[in-house]
T-cell receptor
Framework: EAQVTQNPRYLITVTGKKLTVTCSQNMNHEYMSWYRQDPGLGLRQIYYSMNVEVTDKGDVPEGYKVSRKEKRNFPLILESPSPNQTSLYFC?????????????FGPGTRLTVL | GESVGLHLPTLSVQEGDNSIINCAYSNSASDYFIWYKQESGKGPQFIID?????DKRQGQRVTVLLNKTVKHLSLQIAATQPGDSAVYFCAESSHHNFNKFYFGSGTKLNVKP
């Protein structure tokens, strides 16, 4: 089954404790992206990757890192989480079809930073 | 499931009626628009998209209308069903950078049986 998976689905942590949220897709997609979703703000793009070893900042990259060492994986790293990073996080992937991308989203990761 | 919008605009419709969900965008350079549906506890799911060289596009039971003059996008759902109950987001992008997407804050559709 074609899908985007994220782990963990739920995470409660404390300020300053490094964490990684994994994202994996099995559709051989070149493009992957991370979003955060907060009430009343919709989804905001954190980082995206056009291909292996190619990443760029979205609208809200502060406090986050990403890596793209393999095509299927795009982990989101919070080196020193803070309470304002408490949010619902989504990973997405898409193939590049004529430059217009239909994105496939993962199920989300609910992160709480105390 | 995950709750994503505590104070979202809500549209309540009767089952079988047509629904119209609206979205305003601000970037004149945007030339690609997408509607997503998000059910409780799930990630957004693609519904339909439209490019700026069109003003209307139809899918199965859904129609997207684009008015570039007033930067307005709408999603029409025909014969709304209980399974259509969800939060709907519009998103925009531009050929200047197809990798960046900007989402609206969403509208909750509540279908009454």
């Amino acid at each position: 089954e074609a899908q985007v998976t994220q782990n963990p689905r739920y995470l409660i942590t404390v300020t300053g404790k490094k964490l990684t949220v994994t994202c994996s897709q099995n559709m051989n997609h070149e493009y992957m992206s991370w979003y955060r979703q907060d009430p009343g703000l919709g989804l905001r793009q954190i980082y995206y990757s056009m291909n292996v070893e190619v990443t760029d900042k979205g609208d809200v990259p502060e406090g986050y890192k990403v890596s793209r060492k393999e095509k299927r994986n795009f982990p989101l790293i919070l080196e020193s989480p803070s309470p304002n990073q408490t949010s619902l996080y989504f990973c997405a992937s898409s193939s590049r079809t004529g430059g217009y991308n239909e994105q496939f989203f993962g199920p989300g990761t609910r992160l709480t930073v105390l | 499931g995950e709750s994503v919008g505590l104070h979202l605009p809500t549209l309540s419709v009767q089952e079988g009626d047509n629904s119209i969900i609206n979205c305003a965008y601000s970037n004149s350079a945007s030339d690609y628009f997408i509607w997503y549906k998000q059910e409780s506890g799930k990630g957004p799911q693609f519904i339909i998209d439209i490019r700026s060289n069109m003003d209307k596009r139809q899918g199965q039971r859904v129609t997207v209308l684009l008015n570039k003059t007033v930067k307005h996008l709408s999603l029409q759902i025909a014969a709304t069903q209980p399974g259509d109950s969800a939060v709907y987001f519009c998103a925009e992008s531009s050929h200047h950078n197809f990798n960046k997407f900007y989402f609206g804050s969403g509208t909750k559709l509540n279908v009454k049986p």
